[in-house]
């Protein structure tokens, strides 16, 4: 082949021709299309055109991107609504957001291994709880919008009062109003608007109340009287609350709140047209077990040193499924890692000065606009005036003259929001737009109300690392406890965690993709337009369906998003009675979750022995449900990593009982440029762009999960009322029009380099991968399951349960000790316990792949000797891993050698990986709930503790 080394495929794959038909030699098959031919059913195999791009080099990418990110304009904007100018510190920037270390971690479901994640994220619940007075904040959210719609939801849960009304304040961003009515609706939650100011609206029983604070109008109202009567009507008190106004005024903790919830892109998240940024929501005591997503709690590991961890791990949607909390499984930790550091590096001061700043301007402004005499709507705010005038038009327009963009509201109220990356001069712009004197600092008093008293913050962590020098180091070597994809591989079962190349990176960060303001005018959007009307274009092709939204900025979102589309089309008929939702019991734990979600009833249908949909019990779930049925939710390729044979049928079935075929399409990464959904029988599918393409996990997000469905369907897709493109007349699942947009340049670039003959080779490669593994793990461990021709697609579950009758090794066991073999463990006990489920990807180099089959033998070898008593059962390498650096040093009393601990077979001792941690112990976490940074003495090591075991 000519000019491989311009050709992005050849760096995007791991292993060459020669080693890839090294695999293919001992799997007997001569050649990828050989393999293809064998592993895929003949029913699904697609073999017509595509009307992909050509392959274009790294370069001209770029040239592209660049040509393209160019007919963005970039304004300085004032419109507010939850979205903020802001200074990303550049030794965050450079050290987390563009560092492999932190973006291309998985979620931390491995502890040991992510210490230096889990510390940040810890970091940032404890500026949330002090931020907001409450006691316990998660890990993150998707987006504001989103959180309220999850506060409302603990509220229904957790409310004395049975009532199914919720009040929301007529001053909510209009997004969030628009997101809780289209999620309250399936629900059967009635929502009913009244002004925060006037509590005497509130004139019903209801199962809770939310308020924004500060409105989005700018003011700030007292409510604590407000919270009082909602909870004499047995309902939950909720705030949605702006963090950097926190620093200054009373938080609604200190007010009687019982959620607080928003979002924490201001502290130095850009704004990227939308997302990421990281949501966060924060509980008073008792309501801890009630909330959504992820919990990093503080435990301890074997010798009692203590250690971090996610906690109340059994809410998760894998094991409560219909009756989880909620269906979001990524979040958006990488966001949340940097806003938490945003707060680590300036500290309770600085973040209280920045505020002040940002009032002070913004009082100065409003000063300068009364003394032409402008009418302002509210006398205290924080950081939002909005003047009212009926020549709003026309100062607006004046405004953007000279790139200032203000909110206008309607054409007699504007709005204005001052923030971090608001000078003065932008000030003397914007007041001379008006016909007014340029504000000076002199000009500025405190229109604030109800100002907090209570410190903030006060932990070592938030008062230390103030210098750069003093941040880069705290952040290398928070990276430098974990494992990332930047140290080796991580093969998790359907995650797909496979390259994300810099090249896709790097667009992220300029200025045109990363300064627009999600509701932008149209005419400044038309290099994101281009983007996403392409980007679309392509995800069409590829799963074979007309109509595509970008909106939902995770999997789970795009499964309800899906699941409402369906639900839309029933009613739309007239089919009010068609809500049974029938999902396999081997689904992802979010399908159920986000069935209920979709106001959908959920049945399971079980699999057969070799991991199939039971043909037999399906049929009869069908015949029971009549014409309830809604819709069948199936994964493709199955999530026990196999190519169903029958799936073609299983979707007639379901279309010729009235059903809409809902298929999963997280692992995609099996079946691009081979089979396409819309082809073999799916109404509606998701992908996830942060597994097959190539957003990176970021710890456990962000994620792009975008909807793709046929064109009946397209009307009931995502909608936005504010979004700059034509979107259906139908709900939002997002706050911004297009979620998470400055990221979909990665997977942008990403198709435009591999073009489709390279997604084709990345198929086939992953698939030639994940059988190479199976096959040489065979005989050590039992596959599970295969499908045609004894070959599985992109994943391998082996099953470690004899090892554990026979032996006393448990999955837990493996997985730790692959960490002192220098890996990252497999997926554990999904979707089969006891099992471990094993994703290669194409972008694995052979030579890693080979040091992760030895690796597994050599543990199985271990694991033998456990077997014939050469080591007792509860002191043995396995047991005791993974080991850490001060175990060396302390005394040793085990019938294995130091050697055999830490450097085992094959381990290499130079590039050696020293977990920080010894195994945590998981229940002591559980039952002793801590959610904020324990105080520094806990962490002092004691002598006793490295000289004991
Ligand atoms: C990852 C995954 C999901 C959920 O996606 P998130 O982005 O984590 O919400 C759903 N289904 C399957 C099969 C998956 O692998």
């Known amino acids: 082949m000519t000019q491989q080394h311009h050709q992005f495929q050849f760096r995007h794959i791991g292993p060459n021709a020669s080693e890839q038909q090294e695999m293919l030699d001992y799997l007997g098959m001569a050649s990828l299309a050989e393999l293809m031919e064998k592993a895929l059913p003949e029913a699904i195999h697609y073999r017509g055109a595509s009307l992909l791009p050509e392959a274009i080099s790294e370069d001209d990418a770029l040239g592209r991107l660049h040509e393209i990110a160019s007919k963005n304009r970039i304004t300085q904007s004032f419109m507010g609504l939850g979205y903020y100018g802001t200074r990303t510190p550049g030794v965050i920037k450079r050290n987390v957001l563009e560092n492999p270390s932190w973006y291309t971690a998985y979620t931390p479901y491995q502890p040991e291994i992510s210490q230096g994640r889990l510390e940040a994220l810890i970091n940032y619940q404890t500026m949330v709880t002090e931020l907001t007075g409450m006691k316990t904040s998660n890990a993150s959210m998707l987006d504001e919008s989103t959180a309220v719609v999850e506060a409302m939801m603990i509220a229904k849960r957790s409310a004395a009062s049975e009532s199914n009304v919720f009040f929301a304040d007529s001053d ?48 700030i109202v007292e409510f604590e009287n407000l919270f ?141 606009l009364v003394e032409v005499g402008l009418e302002l ?103 430098d406890f974990d494992y990332a994809l930047d140290r080796g591989m991580i093969p998790l079962g359907s995650c797909t965690m496979k390259l994300n190349s810099v090249t896709e990176m790097e667009a992220v960060t300029w200025p045109e993709f990363a300064n627009l303001h999600p509701f932008a005018p149209a005419e400044d959007t038309q290099g994101y337009m281009e983007l996403i009307t392409e980007l679309s274009s392509w995800l069409s092709d590829i799963t074979g369906y007309e109509a595509v939204s970008l909106q939902p900025n995770a999997g789970s979102q795009g499964e309800l998003a899906g699941l409402l589309a369906i639900r839309g089309y029933h009613r739309s008929r007239g089919d009010f009675q068609r809500s049974i939702c029938l999902i396999p019991s081997s689904a992802h734990g979010t399908n159920a979750a986000s069935a209920v979600l979709a106001g959908m009833d959920v049945v399971v249908v079980q699999c057969d022995e070799d991991g199939n949909v039971d043909f037999h019990d399906l049929t009869r779930n069908i015949a029971e449900a009549g014409d309830r049925l809604a819709a069948l939710m199936i994964t493709y390729p199955s999530t026990h990593g196999v190519y169903e044979e029958a799936v073609v049928e299983i979707c007639d079935l379901v279309h010729s009982a009235g059903g809409q075929v809902y298929i999963d399409g997280a692992n995609t990464n099996a079946v691009v440029g081979y089979a396409k959904f819309g082809d073999f029988g799916g109404d509606v599918s998701h992908l996830n762009l942060h597994k097959t393409f190539c957003i990176p996990h970021g ?71 994940a059988n190479y593994v199976a096959k040489k793990l065979a005989d050590a461990f039992p596959l599970l399951y295969t499908g045609k021709n004894g070959l599985i697609a992109h994943e391998a579950i082996i099953d470690i349960r004899p090892l554990q009758n026979e032996a006393g090794v448990g999955n837990d066991d493996v997985a730790k000790r692959l960490i002192d073999y220098g890996f990252h463990a497999p997926t554990m006990s999904f979707p089969v316990s006891g099992t471990l489920m094993i994703e290669p990807t194409e972008s694995e180099p052979k030579q890693e792949i080979d040091r992760f089959i030895d690796a597994m033998l050599a543990i199985r070898a271990e694991a033998q000797k456990v077997q014939d008593g050469d080591w007792p059962k509860d002191n043995n390498p396995l047991v005791n891993a993974p080991h850490t650096a001060s175990q060396m040093a302390g005394e040793w009393d085990h019938p294995y050698t130091r050697q055999e601990a830490v450097y085992p077979a094959g381990a290499e001792p130079k590039g050696k990986y020293w977990p920080p941690v010894r195994r945590i112990d998981g229940a002591f976490g559980d039952r002793n709930l801590t959610c904020t940074c324990p105080p520094i003495e806990s962490f002092i090591t004691t002598p006793s503790r490295i000289s004991s075991s």
Request: net charge negative; aromatic share 8%.
């Open 228 to 368: 009082a009567k909602v909870h004499e009507f047995g309902g939950l008190a909720i705030a949605t609350a702006d963090l950097m106004a926190l620093t200054l005024i009373t938080p609604p903790g200190e007010k009687g709140a019982d959620v607080v919830c928003g979002t924490t892109q201001r502290f130095g998240i850009p704004m990227g047209f939308g997302g990421p940024h990281a949501g966060y929501l924060a509980v008073r005591e008792k309501l801890e077990r009630t909330m959504p997503g992820r919990l990093v709690g503080v435990s301890v590991d074997a010798e009692g040193a203590p250690a971090y961890r996610l906690t109340l791990q059994t809410r998760e949607q894998h094991i409560r499924r219909e009756k989880a909390t909620s269906n979001i499984c990524t979040a958006q930790v990488l966001l949340a890692v940097m806003a938490g550091m945003y707060a680590v590096y300036h500290g309770p001061k600085n973040l209280k000065a920045i505020a002040l700043e940002i009032h002070h301007k913004t009082s100065a402004l409003a000063k300068v």
């Open 377 to 479: 709507e509210h006398s205290h705010f924080f950081d939002t005036i909005r003047v009212l005038t009926p020549n709003a038009n026309e100062f607006y327009e004046a405004a953007r003259q000279k790139d200032l963009t203000m909110l206008l509201v309607d054409d007699e109220i504007l709005g204005i929001s001052v923030d971090e990356s608001t000078s003065w001069h932008h000030l003397a712009e914007l007041a001379a737009a008006f016909g007014a004197r340029a504000p000076r600092g002199e000009d500025a008093t405190d229109q604030l109300k109800s100002h907090r008293q209570s410190a903030y913050l006060e932990h070592p962590v938030f008062n230390t690392h103030h210098s750069e020098t003093g941040m880069m180091r705290y952040l290398k070597r928070l990276a």
């Open 699 to 769: 710890g456990g997000g962000p994620g792009v999960g975008p909807v793709v469905a046929r064109s009946h369907l397209q009307e009931f897709l995502p909608g936005h009322s504010m979004a700059q493109a034509e979107l259906p007349k139908y709900g939002p699942v997002s706050g911004a029009p297009f979620g998470s947009a400055s990221i979909l340049p990665i997977s942008w670039a990403y198709v435009q380099m591999m073009g489709n003959e390279g997604l084709m080779n990345a198929t086939a490669v992953a698939v030639l991968s």
């Open 172 to 219: 909510l961003f209009p997004q969030t109003k628009a997101l809780l009515e289209h999620r309250a609706e399936p629900l059967g939650i009635v929502i009913r608007y009244f002004d925060a100011a006037n509590n005497q609206e509130l004139d019903e029983e209801c199962f809770g109340a939310v308020v924004q604070y500060p409105g989005a109008s700018g003011r």
